[in-house]
């Protein structure tokens, strides 16, 4: 199965930034879908964005919209996803994986399993 490995996260200020990072070591992702879900305390994981395989074409869950982009880079077989403005509830486990984006945002391949994700924490 593939799994993506997730960095970048960490304490962050209201209305500060961070920038999350979604690498391979044996997986191309410029040719597939790639999605970030977050998974907070007792809350289900759901899917904040997704970036399609095609045409780069974006995708956000409406909370995140306006604040944060996803955006890849070939050249370095990256994913990113630029947090803005954050909220106290950003906080959560952030995850990437093999996606199909759609209306649900983003659903994990059933090829892929999840890493182990960063801890974003949002906090004065």
């Known amino acids: 199965q593939v799994q993506l490995v997730e960095s970048g996260g960490g304490l962050g200020q209201p209305g500060g930034s961070l920038r999350l990072s979604c690498t391979a070591s044996?997986?191309?992702?410029?040719?597939?879908?790639i999605g970030w879900f977050r998974q907070a305390p007792g809350k289900e994981r759901e899917g904040v964005s997704c970036?399609?395989?095609?045409?780069?074409?974006?995708y956000y869950e409406d909370s995140v919209r306006g604040r944060f982009t996803i955006s890849r880079d070939s050249v370095k077989n990256t994913v990113y996803l630029q947090m803005d403005s954050l909220k106290p509830e950003d906080t959560a486990l952030y995850y990437c994986?093999?996606?199909?984006?759609?209306?649900?945002?983003?659903?994990?391949?059933?090829?892929?399993?999840w890493g182990q994700g960063t801890q974003v924490t949002v906090s004065p």
């Open positions: 994986a093999p996606s199909v984006c759609g209306r649900g945002i983003a659903t994990k391949t059933a090829y892929a399993s």
């Open positions: 044996r997986f191309i992702l410029d040719k597939a879908a």
């Open positions: 970036i399609s395989e095609r045409d780069d074409r974006t």
